[in-house]
Structures are given as C-alpha cells and as structure tokens.
C-alpha cells in the first residue's frame, strides 16, 4: 500500500487548514481554484481519495466509512487536532463522517451535493460516467452532471479521461461503484444513508450546498437537513458546482471558516 497523496496550498500546513475531498472519479486537482482563493487566509490539504489518481493503492479503498477512516488517520499521522472539513459528493459523505467521528476536531463542515442524505442516486449515470475512457464518453456522462445550460469544460473532459488512463484506475473505480448503493428490495438501488440523529448533534458551523438540476443526487435531499444546517440552493445548476459555481463556492466556504472563528 502506499500513502495517500494530498496537494498542499496556502500557507504552511499548521493551526487549523482546510480538508478538501473530491467526488468519485475525480482528483485532488479539482479544488485548485478553490484554494487558491483561500491560500491568503488559510492553508489547504486537498487529498487524492483512496483508489483515485495518487493515492490508487491507499489503503482505505471502498466506501465512505473506509475512506473516512483512511482520511482521519492520515490526519493523525500529520498531527492535525482541529480542521476545516469540506467535500463534494462522496466527498461529502467522506467529510461528514469524518466530523461525526472527531466532532471536537472539525471546526467547521461545508458539503457540496452529498452523498449520504437520501436514498435516491442515479447509479446508471455513475456507472457510465466510470466505465468513459473517451473525451466523447466522457462529454456526454459530464453534460448529464452539469446543468442544462452550463458548458463541460473541455479541460475537465481531458483531466478525467487523463486518469481513466493510469494502470488500475478503471478497476478501482468499478470496486468503488458497488459499495456506493444497496439492492432497495425492488430491483433498484439505493444509496447509502448517513445517521440523521447523529448529524443533527453536530454543533460546528455546517453549509450544504445544492443545484437545482442536480441529476446525479436530486436537489430534494437538501429539504430535511437538521434545523441548525443552512442550505443555499443554486438554480440552473446542476452536480459539478464546484466547476459551476466556483467564486460562491469559496465564498460560502470562506464564510463558514470564518463563522467557526
């Protein structure tokens, strides 16, 4: 096993830096703009997730709860007591476990179209967005992720069909797609839900933002949050909203850093 990989940004890696993780089948790469705009208040670490680009071999590969458990120790091990936690997708299922496990350590917790808060997932996208190796495969899985009338970006398409390339990335992603979702008992799937009661004990500052032509993950699950949530909702905006709305993105985040203050 080798270690996982996180890209560092911003000052140095000390007091309390923000924990950026990625979506399944990205990278650490895509938060690059992101902590930029943060690099003049806070220092970054922006991990590779288990079974992703430079961390293919971590060990922690397979579902949120691995992956979170992998996350923390490797936090640990950096000797890292208090962070900023914030994640996309099954990042942001990553990002709330790991808060729900070392709630005294989180300062703060922005999700970004998580994983983990209702049991609707559109897995037959996912899987087609896993199994595309071609910019053209690519395209059209991306264009069903992102809102109606938002553009792919071309640099996006060649990143990711880029690490479909690496040796064992396509096999890490089809082990990582089944532990994603269960058999719902009908002969359809669903995804894996995070502990509502325990969520709404979490006392640290939490922003869950949303786009309303989400395709992958449906808007609706923002509606039950726990009370002490804020949800901010972006119309016609869909899955990637890092790529979709990157300048609120690092506001809202930069905002709930400050709120943990």
């Given at each position: 096993m080798?270690?996982?990989h996180a890209t560092t940004?911003?000052?140095t890696v000390s007091g309390s830096p923000v924990i950026l993780l990625h979506g399944f089948g990205a990278c650490a790469d895509v938060w690059e703009?992101?902590?930029a705009k943060l690099a003049g208040t806070h220092a970054s670490l922006a991990y590779d997730l288990p079974g992703h680009h430079r961390s293919m071999l971590a060990d922690g590969v397979g579902g949120a709860g691995r992956m979170a458990k992998a996350i923390l120790t490797d936090l640990q091990a950096r000797?890292?007591?208090r962070f900023h936690l914030v994640g996309h997708s099954m990042g942001g299922a990553v990002a709330a476990l790991v808060a729900l496990r070392v709630p005294e350590s989180t300062a703060s917790?922005?999700?970004l179209a998580p994983g983990g808060f209702g049991p609707e997932i559109n897995h037959r996208?996912?899987?087609r967005y896993a199994s595309a190796t071609t910019r053209e495969e690519m395209r059209l899985a991306l264009e069903h992720m992102?809102?109606?009338n938002n553009v792919v970006p071309d640099r996006m398409i060649d990143t990711l069909v880029g690490l479909r390339q690496a040796e064992g990335a396509a096999e890490a992603l089809r082990s990582i797609l089944p532990s994603m979702t269960s058999e719902d008992g009908?002969?359809?799937?669903?995804q894996g839900m995070l502990p509502r009661d325990g969520l709404a004990t979490l006392t640290m500052p939490v922003k869950v933002l949303w786009g309303t032509q989400d395709r992958v993950l449906p808007t609706r699950q923002a509606h039950k949050l726990p009370p002490l949530f804020a949800a901010h909702v972006f119309e016609d905006t869909g899955h990637m909203l890092i790529e979709e709305q990157p300048d609120a993105v690092a506001t809202l985040i930069a905002q709930n850093l400050a709120a943990a203050r």
């Open positions: 080798t270690e996982l940004g911003g000052a703009s992101v902590a000797g890292l007591d917790l922005t999700l996208l996912l899987a992102f809102g109606w009908s002969g359809g799937k669903v």
